[in-house]
């Protein structure tokens, strides 16, 4: 296959590792591998995935009759380095050491860059990540949290809250750096950022415990009866943060982070189940109420995305509560593939220079 400008774009999940082949903006191909818990579970550290990820790759790849050569670029999702601003990224060598450092976070983003690497090395072509999780464009007034070692973290779907937001910019011709936007990705987890001139001057750690619960993490909790949980010696710290990321929410009240099977619960009477559905709708209301006052309420529009969105009961509830500070606009889903290779393709096209991780401007 021979084509203008054709872009692999890979984004590594949890469970699973999304593909994406395009000829600049336009998909050709896209294809889900789920991955069973049975086979992750062979691996102590997500970076361990990486030839098992690249043999799924390369398969596809091979089936499509496709070769490395072919690419123009390589993209991957970014992972948990340390914060830059918001952008398409060269993979060079330190990105590459961070990621893969003994004391790295552990997140399923992290393999995004270095799959991007080793396959764009073999090919001959650049590789890049865009708006990894850590973009941090917090203003200087949402850094501080109450206590100075603790200061408040910038990771959330950068990458998905960016491409929508644009998105939107484009439907209504205006530019994204002209507007004022407070976006929900409702998905696993649950990020609820301000977005403001193009950047994003607020947001909830949507991974280490700010915000709403969401489907499988608990969101904040009170402080202090966390701490006494802590030394309660009832859990271990690797215990502890299992409940928070991945044990929380819908999966700690009613055993599943599926919010068709929590609607099914509903529709068969399970009071319960109405109750906490309710609690998550009211939980991510007060988040977007939150945001609303930075700019004086001068919000040009609300975002609901991810794949919570596509809950017509959800979105019903939800929008009713917010829609006095701005119009609501739902685009429900993640499209991060094309968000990834559009910022690829920005970069090839000289629409965009790609920035050089480890030099300025770092935050």
């Known amino acids: 296959m021979t084509l203008t400008e054709l872009i692999l774009a890979i984004n590594p999940g949890s469970t699973s ?27 102590p550290r997500i970076i361990r995935q990486r030839d098992f990820r690249l043999g799924y790759i390369t398969a596809m790849l091979a089936k499509n009759k496709i070769v490395l050569k072919d690419f123009k670029a390589i993209v991957g999702r970014g992972g948990l380095l340390r914060p830059i601003p918001g952008g398409t990224y060269l993979v060079n060598d330190r990105m590459i050491e961070e990621l893969t450092a003994e004391n790295a976070e552990e997140h399923a983003s992290n393999l995004g860059g270095i799959l991007a690497r080793v396959l764009a090395d073999e090919g001959g072509c650049p590789a890049y990540i865009v708006d990894p999780v850590i973009v941090d464009e917090l203003a200087p007034v949402a850094r501080l949290s109450g206590w100075p070692e603790l200061e408040r973290r910038s990771v959330f779907h950068a990458l998905n809250h960016k491409a929508i937001a644009q998105k939107y910019a484009r439907e209504i011709g205006r530019n994204y750096e002209q507007l004022s936007l407070i976006v929900a990705h409702l998905g696993g987890g649950i990020s609820v950022g301000l977005h403001d001139q193009g950047k994003v001057i607020d947001v909830n750690n949507a991974l280490s415990g700010e915000g709403p619960f969401s489907p499988n993490r608990t969101g904040g909790l009170s402080t202090f009866d966390l701490a006494r949980l802590c030394f309660s010696g009832k859990y271990s710290f690797a215990e502890i943060k299992k409940i928070l990321l991945k044990e929380g929410g819908l999966i700690a009240y009613l055993g599943t982070a599926d919010i068709r099977r929590v609607e099914e619960m509903i529709e068969q009477g399970d009071k319960k189940a109405a109750l906490v559905f309710e609690a998550l709708i009211y939980q991510v209301a007060k988040e977007i109420g939150s945001l609303a006052p930075v700019l004086n309420g001068k919000i040009d529009a609300i975002i609901l995305t991810g794949g919570v969105a596509y809950s017509e009961r959800f979105i019903s509830k939800l929008s009713p509560m917010v829609e006095f500070i701005a119009p ?27 920035r050089i991780y480890g030099e300025p401007p770092e935050i």
Request: aromatic letters at 8%; a negative charge; proline letters at 4%.
């Open 17 to 43: 590792t999304k593909l994406g082949v395009f000829d600049g903006e336009r998909e050709l191909i896209e294809e889900t591998i789920e991955h069973p818990l049975e086979q992750l579970a062979k691996y």
């Open 328 to 354: 609501v606009k739902l685009y429900p889903g993640a499209e991060e593939l094309s968000a990834l290779a559009a910022g690829a393709y920005r970069v090839l096209t000289g629409l965009e220079e790609a």
